[in-house]
């Protein structure tokens, strides 16, 4: 990945390459391997799409596995097509391709940090309050820890 960033940014200029949104698209279109090899971006549109979709698997998958542990329910297929139904009605809410990535870039990109960064951060300082204020002894889901006997 560093070695591709690296590619793309050497070729292309800083305001170029801020603008484009699939970098390694436009570097495989300028692959020219003599004259009857051009344009071989058709050879790797199938390892990008397959790529797209892993990703969004284990994107959905991990939204209905986590909002299923945050509901304290034993299994994640019960909620599965209501997650499916959400997930595609958000889809809908941009109207087009670049309301998208104005949202991307004025949302995203200037306010991710706080979801990357803060929100854990949150979260760790409850556990540890919870932790302190909590069972003196014993672990966060009501076991004794080994060794104790009550």
Do not use: C
């Not at 009857?36 to 969004?56: D, S």
């Not at 990357?116 to 760790?124: C, D, H, N, Y």
Request: net charge positive.
């Amino acid at each position: 990945m560093l070695v591709v960033q690296l590619v793309y940014e050497m070729i292309f200029q800083l305001p170029v390459a801020e603008e484009n949104v699939l970098p390694v698209y436009q570097l495989a279109r300028i692959i020219r391997y003599g004259r009857f090899f051009q344009r071989l971006e058709t050879i790797f549109v199938f390892f990008w799409l397959l790529n797209g979709l892993v990703a969004l698997s284990a994107a959905f998958y991990g939204a209905t596995t986590g909002l299923a542990k945050g509901l304290s329910l034993p299994d994640y297929r019960p909620i599965l097509l209501a997650t499916a139904l959400v997930a595609y009605a958000l889809a809908f809410i941009p109207p087009n391709y670049p309301t998208t990535m104005i949202w991307d870039r004025q949302f995203l990109q200037n306010l991710g940090w706080i979801i990357t960064f803060v929100l854990p951060g949150l979260l760790f300082l409850v556990t540890l309050i919870r932790r302190k204020g909590g069972q003196s002894g014993a672990s966060m889901d009501g076991h004794q820890p080994p060794g104790d006997s009550a």
